[in-house]
């Protein structure tokens, strides 16, 4: 996947995005709008790694983003969901409980 992909589906990808990379907030994201340059900087900004560093994890997140964009491919069209099959591995956590109502 090419990085003018990603950028004509930012907005889907934001929230991909903001779990990789909890440090970013959401006017980062809103200042980066899909652009590889700001989000390597602003990664080098956040963490303190070297920029070959954060070339590397952006080029990661390229390469998981286009597996999920394969996969959601491979489904037939009726369950095709792209901006929810784009998940950055994320914890399993428990469910919520819900309040008993009076």
């Known amino acids: 996947m ?5 950028r004509g589906r930012w907005k889907q990808l934001r929230g991909a995005v903001k779990e990789r990379w909890g ?4 006017n ?3 200042v980066i709008r899909g652009r590889r340059e700001q989000l ?3 990664l080098q900004e956040l963490y303190g790694i070297m920029r070959d560093e ?3 994890e952006v080029a990661g997140f390229v390469l998981q983003v286009a597996d999920a964009v394969k996969e959601e491919r491979s489904l037939p069209a009726g369950r095709r969901r792209v ?5 950055v591995r994320r914890r399993r956590t428990a469910p919520a409980r819900r309040r008993a109502r009076a």
């Not at 901006?83 to 998940?87: K, P, S």
Request: proline residues 0%; charged residues 25%.
């Open 40 to 42: 390597i900087g602003r």
């Open 83 to 87: 901006h929810a099959r784009i998940v």
């Open 28 to 30: 980062d994201l809103t």
């Open 23 to 26: 440090r970013l907030s959401h």
């Open 54 to 56: 954060a070339a590397r």
């Open 2 to 6: 090419n990085w003018n992909r990603i």
